[in-house]
């Protein structure tokens, strides 16, 4: 009966080592897979640190993209602005050298217009100069012959008291000489 015990004893004593060292094992793998899920947990935590790094570089990013784009948008507006004006100063320039080529055309016509009428007035005063040229001439030959006449006459008033009665009786001249 010993005996009995004794194996019945060995036998227990081998089924709680068995259950022991299934324990033993299942501890084992109960801690590698705690192992393993506290590593996985500091990898996601890194992760995790990680995301929220980039996450506040990528807001930071954006908050700088919206202030350069808000900022390219006044700049923008601004040209807008400035081209519009320029435009509209450009316009009213062309406008005013488009009246002032026009008034530039006038005055040039004028000036032909004038510069016509000099010439035709040269023209003139040349023709009127040898008119009054010839004029003069003949106003001379004229005053010569006036001259010449008078001579005439008081020589013969002198030479024959009676000439200027004879002359001036209705313009009839009866004398020979008086031709």
């Not at 996985?40 to 990528?58: C, G, H, M, T």
Request: glycine share 0%.
């Amino acid at each position: 009966m010993l005996q009995e015990e004794v194996a019945r004893l060995k036998k227990q004593c081998d089924e709680v080592a068995q259950e022991r060292n299934s324990a033993i094992r299942e501890r084992n793998g109960l801690k590698q897979q705690c192992t393993s899920a506290i590593r996985q947990w500091d990898i996601a935590l890194r992760e995790r640190n990680e995301y929220r790094e980039a996450l506040a570089k990528v807001q930071q990013q954006h908050e700088e993209a919206v202030k350069e784009i808000n900022q390219a948008m006044a700049v923008r507006m601004k040209a807008s602005k400035d081209l519009k004006r320029l435009t509209e100063e450009r316009n009213a320039a062309m406008q005013e050298y488009s009246l002032i080529m026009s008034e530039r055309d006038t005055v040039h016509k004028e000036m032909e217009k004038l510069s016509d009428d000099l010439t035709q007035a040269f023209k003139k005063n040349k023709t009127l100069e040898v008119e009054n040229k010839d004029f003069v001439e003949e106003v001379n030959l004229h005053s010569a012959f006036i001259f010449s006449f008078t001579n005439y006459f008081r020589t013969r008033t002198t030479l024959y008291p009676n000439f200027a009665s004879v002359i001036s009786h209705e313009n009839k001249v009866h004398c020979p000489w008086w031709l």
